[in-house]
């Protein structure tokens, strides 16, 4: 509910984030050979951060097993990616359970409506699993690119016959955990649309893969994020089912007294 950005989610959250400024980088694509490492990730936040949006959406988690497990949720987020919440509504094991993130995904709350607690994630704790799926705590909150990676432009390649971006990004010191992530970017609506994560070693662990991309209130949208982990050989699909933006949410609605409203 990026990688991302979304990653940007992701996610949600993952999955509310197309954004705002895409059109403006569409005017721009004839300067797209001349764009910096830093330009491109600025105009990946510009595209997927929307000033605010409201979504509903699925996820289903394939074990390594084979098994699977579907969840539902909704979504909202408000200032780009400055404030996320997501709320569990299905099925009712997990309905009310909720994920507050805010300041980009630097602080992250989680709320259990067994305990009526809301806790605040630790740092060490967001390369956490959320509910079992492949996404963890820093993937839905990964917040803006440009100031949380840094790197270099490999070059070229085509996706789904999209023209795109391939760059190799290291996290600041205000990034994630990884070691490395490869970013593939649409050259025309500069939405990422392929994410590979690396912790060591040559090959990555986890890909993350946006597609199936419509035009909602004018902008365009990834309606499903598939993240497969690549050495445990397990997957999670999110789709969106209906999502809106520019949506007029008030601040309290992004705050810890506000997770433990039933």
């Not at 509504?89 to 994920?99: L, Q």
């Not at 917040?143 to 070059?155: P, Q, T």
């Amino acid at each position: 509910m990026k990688t991302t950005k979304y990653i940007s989610m992701l996610i949600l959250t993952i999955a509310c984030f197309a954004g705002t400024g895409w059109q403006s980088a569409l005017a721009k694509t004839g300067e797209s050979e001349d764009l910096t490492v830093k330009q491109i990730l600025e105009k990946v936040d510009e595209a997927e951060a929307a000033p605010s949006s409201q979504g509903r959406m699925t996820q289903v988690i394939t074990t390594t097993g084979g098994q699977e497990r579907t969840l539902e949720m909704i979504s909202y987020t408000k200032d780009g990616t400055d404030k996320q919440l997501m709320r569990y509504i299905g099925p009712a094991r997990v309905k009310g359970e909720s994920i507050l993130m805010l300041n980009d995904g630097d602080d992250i709350w989680y709320y259990s409506p067994r305990t009526d607690r809301a806790r605040k994630i630790a740092s060490h704790a967001k390369k956490k699993k959320v509910m079992g799926s492949d996404f963890t705590y820093e993937d839905m909150g990964s917040g803006n690119m440009a100031s949380k990676y840094e790197g270099n432009l490999i070059g070229q390649a085509k996706i789904d016959k999209k023209i795109c971006y391939h760059l190799e990004l290291t996290p600041t010191p205000e990034g994630p955990s990884y070691a490395k992530i490869q970013i593939w970017v649409d050259q025309e609506t500069f939405l990422t649309v392929r994410v590979d994560y690396w912790e060591k070693g040559t090959k990555p662990y986890k890909r993350l893969l946006l597609s199936d991309i419509e035009v909602i209130d004018g902008r365009p949208t990834p309606m499903k994020y598939v993240m497969k982990n690549l050495r445990e050989h397990s997957e999670t699909r999110m789709e969106i089912k209906e999502i809106k933006y520019n949506v007029d949410l008030p601040d309290k609605l992004f705050t810890e007294r506000n997770l433990k409203r039933r």
